[in-house]
C-alpha cells in the first residue's frame, strides 16, 4: 500500500472553474502536509503547508485537511491555464525527521482555456 | 521563500565517470538537505538525507558508494554519481528546510544523462 495516494488524472478543467484535488495518506500519526506545483521539467515549488483540520486559504489555493479521514485536498478557484502543472501531495511523519518527506504520485491538471 | 541553488542544471556524461552536483542554500543555513531523485512520469524518491558535519543517511535500496554525499557546510551538500551508467540518467533534486515548520524548499534540479 502507497503511503501517499493521489489520483494521478489528468484532471481536465475550464479556465476559471474550481480543481478540486484530493490525497489520502497511510500514517495516522502524520503531522504535516503540503502541496507542491510542478511544472514538466521543473523542481517542486511549494504551494501551501498545512498543519491543523480545517480549511486554509492563500490567494486561489485553499487547503483542507481531515486527520480523521487521512485525508487532504487542495482547491484551486478560478483556474488558469498558467496552473496548468503536476500537483504533488508530500506528508511528514510525527517520527521523521524534519523536512524528510513522503510524495505522492502527483495528479496533473490541465486548464482548457 | 528560502531560496535553494543547484548546478549544474544539466549535464551530460559518459558511462563510467563521475558527476558532481552541488546544493546550495542561500539566504539560509540548512543543517539538513534532502537528496531526490525523479524518473520521467514518476514522484520524487529520497535518495538520502544529508547531515552537515555527519554522514548521511541512505535510504534502502539507494547505493551510498555509489552516490557520494558530501555536507562540509552549513549551506553547501554535494552528490557525487560514481561510475555513472545510463540507467543513472534522471532528475537529481537537492531541497533543504528552514525554520521548524518543516516546510522543504527545493532547488532547481539536475538533469542528468549518462550516455
Known amino acids: ?113 | 521563500g528560502a531560496v535553494v541553488s543547484q548546478h549544474p542544471s544539466r549535464v551530460i556524461c559518459k558511462s563510467g565517470t563521475s558527476v558532481k552536483i552541488e546544493c546550495r542554500s542561500l539566504d539560509f543555513q540548512a543543517t539538513t538537505m534532502f537528496w531526490y531523485r525523479q524518473f520521467p512520469k514518476q514522484s520524487l524518491m529520497l535518495m538520502a538525507t544529508s547531515n552537515e558535519g555527519s554522514k548521511a543517511t541512505y535510504e534502502q535500496g539507494v547505493e551510498k558508494d555509489k552516490f557520494l554525499i558530501n555536507h562540509a557546510s552549513l549551506t553547501l551538500s554535494t552528490l557525487t554519481v560514481t561510475s555513472a551508467h545510463p540507467e543513472d540518467s534522471s532528475f537529481y533534486i537537492c531541497s533543504a528546510r528552514t525554520g521548524t515548520t518543516g516546510e522543504l524548499f527545493f532547488g532547481e534540479g539536475s538533469r542528468l544523462t549518462v550516455l
Open chain 1, 1 to 113: 500500500q502507497k503511503e501517499v495516494e493521489q489520483n494521478s488524472g489528468p484532471l481536465s478543467v475550464p479556465e476559471g472553474a474550481i480543481a478540486s484535488l484530493n490525497c489520502t495518506y497511510s500514517d495516522r500519526v502524520s503531522q504535516s502536509f503540503f502541496w507542491y506545483r510542478q511544472y514538466s521539467g521543473k523542481s517542486p515549488e511549494l504551494i501551501m503547508s498545512i498543519y491543523s483540520n480545517g480549511d486554509k486559504e492563500d490567494g486561489r489555493f485553499t487547503a483542507q485537511l481531515n486527520k480523521a479521514s487521512q485525508y487532504v485536498s487542495l482547491l484551486i478557484r478560478d483556474s488558469q491555464p498558467s496552473d496548468s502543472a503536476t500537483y504533488l501531495c508530500a506528508v511528514m511523519g510525527k517520527g521523521d525527521s524534519w523536512g524528510k518527506l513522503q510524495f505522492g504520485a502527483g495528479t496533473q491538471v490541465v486548464v482548457t482555456p
